[in-house]
C-alpha cells in the first residue's frame, strides 16, 4: 500500500532540500575554493603516502603523536584513498570533507526529528549548511570535520533513552572521532556526565574509541620498529599542549576573555550559547551539556579561535543543534498557551527564510569560487601559480632530488621534499613544533638543506614559516652561497642550489 501523497511529501521534501542546498554550496570550485591550506595539504600527502604502506610527513617518520600533525590513520586512510580515486588529487580528500557536513546534516534531519520535531530539525539542518564557517571548513580538508560527524552521533544518541542500542551509536560516533585527532576526547567527559547514573553504559560508550586508539599507537609502534619513536612523540606532545594551555588560558581573566571573543564573534554564536543553555532542561540536557562542556574545553586556551575557526567545527554543529530545541521548546510553549496549530506550523516554516537567506548569500560565492576564509592571509593565493611552479619542478628533477618546499606545493611533486621547519630540525636548531630537535634515526631521509636540489619560497613562507625560530638560518646559509632564482612569479620564487649542474628549463623563466 502506497503512503498517502502528505506522507510522501513529508518524507521527500527535506531531503531534496539538503541535497539542492548542499549540492550548491559545497560542490562548485571544490578544488581551488577556498584556496589551499597548509594543514589540508599536510593532511592529504600523509594520506596519500600511508596507502602507500608509508607512515611519513614527507621527510620524518610519522608515529601519528607527534604535535607536528598529530592526524590519526583512519583519517589519513579515508583521505588518501579518495584521493587516489582522483589522481592523487586534493578533490577527491575534499570530497570526503563536503560529504562529512552532508552526513551531519541528515543526521539532524532524519536522526534527530525524533528529538526535535520535523521541522526544527529540518532548520537546524538548513542553518548548519548554509553558515558560512560550515561552507568554508567542511570543503578543505581537516580532520576536524571528521570529529564533528561523530559527535553529532554520538550526542543525538546520547540524547534518546539509554539502552545498548542509542549507547552503542554513542560509542561509535567518538570511536568516529578517535580515528581524527586526539581532540575527540574533548567528547568524553560530557558523554561519562550525560551516562553518570548508568554504569552498564560505559563499556558500549568508550570501546569503540578504546580500541581505535590502541590500534593507532600500535601501528604507530609497530610500523617504525626497532626505533621507539612513538614514546618521544608522545611526550613531545604532551609538553606542547601544557605550554600551549599555559600560555592561552594561564588566569581566570584569559579564560573568560577567551570564551568571550569566541561567542562575540558574531551573532550566530552570541544567540547559539543562550540557546546552549535553553537545552538544559531534562529532554534535552545531553545537547546543552555537550555543547557548553565541548566548547569550554576547546575555547579556553584558544585565543585565536574566532580567526582560526577550523578546530570550531568540532562544536559547531552541537551549537546549532540548540537552535532546533529552541525552536521546539518555543512551539511546545506556545501550543499550551493554546495558539493554534496551522499558525504554529506558519511560522515555523517562515523561520527556514533565515537558512535560505543565507544561501541565497553564499550561492554567487561558491558558483563563482570567490569563497574568502578569515584566514585568506595565510592561504595560497594564488593555486594556479603553484601548479606552474609545480609543473616545472617535476620537469626539472627526479624521484632522488630533495627539494625544500611548504607543503602547499610539496604534494603536486615527484621528488623528494621537506619543509624549512623540518630542514631546521635535520640542522640541529629548535624550531615550532621541535621545539627538542629530532634525532637523524627519525627522518626518513636526509633534510639537509645543502643536498636541496632546489629551494622554493611561497606565500606561506614570508608570510609565517620565516618567522619561526632559527628558520632564518637555514636561508642565511644559502643566501651566503647566492642561490640563483631560476623561476618566479607574483608569489613563489625558485632557486637553485649552485653545488648542482645548470639545467635548461623546459619552460624559460616565468614572471606569471
Known amino acids: 500500500m502506497k503512503p498517502p501523497p502528505r506522507k510522501l511529501w513529508i518524507l521527500h521534501m527535506p531531503l531534496l532540500l539538503v541535497l539542492v542546498v548542499w549540492s550548491v554550496l559545497f560542490l562548485p ?45 583512519g583519517y589519513e586512510y579515508l583521505i588518501g584513498w579518495a584521493a587516489r580515486l582522483f589522481g592523487s588529487d586534493i578533490l577527491g580528500g575534499r ?6 557536513a552532508l552526513g551531519i546534516a541528515l543526521l539532524i534531519t532524519f536522526y534527530g526529528r525524533r528529538i526535535f520535531g520535523i521541522l526544527p530539525a529540518l532548520f537546524s539542518a538548513l542553518l548548519f549548511l548554509t553558515y558560512e564557517q560550515t561552507v568554508i571548513h567542511f570543503r578543505w580538508i581537516f580532520t576536524h570535520n571528521l570529529i564533528a560527524f ?20 554513542a560509542g561509535l560516533g567518538l570511536g568516529i572521532s578517535s580515528a581524527a585527532l586526539p581532540l575527540f576526547i574533548y567528547g568524553l567527559p560530557p558523554a561519562w556526565l550525560i551516562r553518570l547514573k548508568r554504569p552498564r553504559s560505559w563499556f558500549w560508550l568508550f570501546l569503540p574509541a578504546g580500541i581505535i586508539v590502541g590500534l593507532s599507537l600500535a601501528l604507530g609502534w609497530f610500523m617504525h620498529l626497532p626505533e621507539q619513536f612513538l614514546w618521544q612523540d608522545l611526550a613531545a606532545t604532551a609538553r606542547f599542549y601544557a605550554k600551549s594551555s599555559g600560555e592561552s588560558s594561564a588566569t581566570v581573566s584569559s579564560v573568560s576573555l577567551n570564551i568571550y571573543r569566541f561567542f562575540t564573534q558574531d551573532g550566530w554564536h552570541t544567540a547559539g550559547f543562550v540557546m546552549l543553555l535553553v537545552c538544559l532542561c531534562r529532554r534535552f540536557y545531553a545537547i546543552g551539556l555537550s555543547g557548553l562542556m565541548i ?35 518555543i512551539v511546545v510553549t506556545l501550543r499550551r498557551r493554546g495558539v493554534k496549530t496551522r499558525l504554529l506550523r506558519t511560522l515555523q516554516f517562515a523561520l527556514l527564510a533565515l537558512p535560505i537567506s543565507q544561501f541565497v548569500r553564499l550561492a554567487p560565492q561558491t558558483l563563482s569560487g570567490t569563497l574568502k576564509p578569515r584566514i585568506q592571509h595565510w592561504a595560497t593565493q594564488s593555486t594556479s601559480e603553484v601548479e606552474q611552479a609545480a609543473r616545472w619542478l617535476n620537469e626539472n628533477t627526479s624521484e632522488e632530488d630533495l627539494v625544500i618546499c611548504n607543503v602547499n606545493i610539496a604534494w603536486l611533486l615527484k621528488a623528494k621534499t621537506a619543509d624549512l621547519q623540518q630542514a631546521t630540525s635535520w640542522a640541529g636548531f629548535p624550531t615550532w613544533p ?16 645543502a ?9 606561506i613562507d614570508r608570510r609565517w614559516t620565516l618567522a619561526q625560530q632559527n628558520v632564518d638560518k637555514m636561508v642565511g646559509a644559502i643566501a651566503d652561497q647566492e642561490w640563483p ?16 649542474p645548470i639545467i635548461e628549463p623546459a619552460n624559460p623563466q616565468s614572471s606569471n
Not at 570530497?95 to 562529512?100: D, K
Not at 546520547?158 to 539502552?163: C, D, E, F, N, Q
Not at 612569479?489 to 625558485?494: D, E, Q, T, V
Open 29 to 73: 570550485n571544490l578544488r581551488t575554493s577556498p584556496s589551499w591550506y597548509g594543514d589540508e595539504t599536510l593532511a592529504l600527502k600523509a594520506g596519500l603516502d600511508l596507502t602507500h604502506g608509508i607512515a611519513a610527513h614527507r621527510a620524518i617518520w610519522n608515529t601519528f603523536w607527534h604535535p607536528y600533525a598529530p592526524y590519526q590513520p
Open 95 to 100: 570530497l570526503v570533507n563536503a560529504l562529512l
Open 150 to 169: 561523530g559527535f553529532v552521533l554520538s550526542v543525538l544518541s546520547l540524547a534518546r533513552p539509554a539502552g545498548r542500542r542509542n549507547d552503542s551509536l
Open 434 to 449: 621541535f621545539d627538542t630537535p629530532l634525532p637523524r634515526a627519525q627522518f626518513r631521509y636526509d633534510a639537509n638543506i
Open 295 to 329: 566548547a569550554f574545553l576547546l575555547v579556553q586556551n584558544r585565543q585565536n579561535l574566532h580567526v582560526f575557526y577550523y578546530q570550531a567545527v568540532i562544536f559547531l554543529p552541537l551549537m546549532i543543534m540548540a537552535f532546533a530545541v529552541t525552536e521546539w521548546r
Open 451 to 459: 643536498a636541496a636540489r632546489f629551494l622554493v619560497i611561497g606565500d
Open 485 to 500: 632564482v631560476v623561476w618566479q612569479g607574483p608569489n613563489y620564487l625558485i632557486a637553485r642550489n649552485p653545488k648542482f
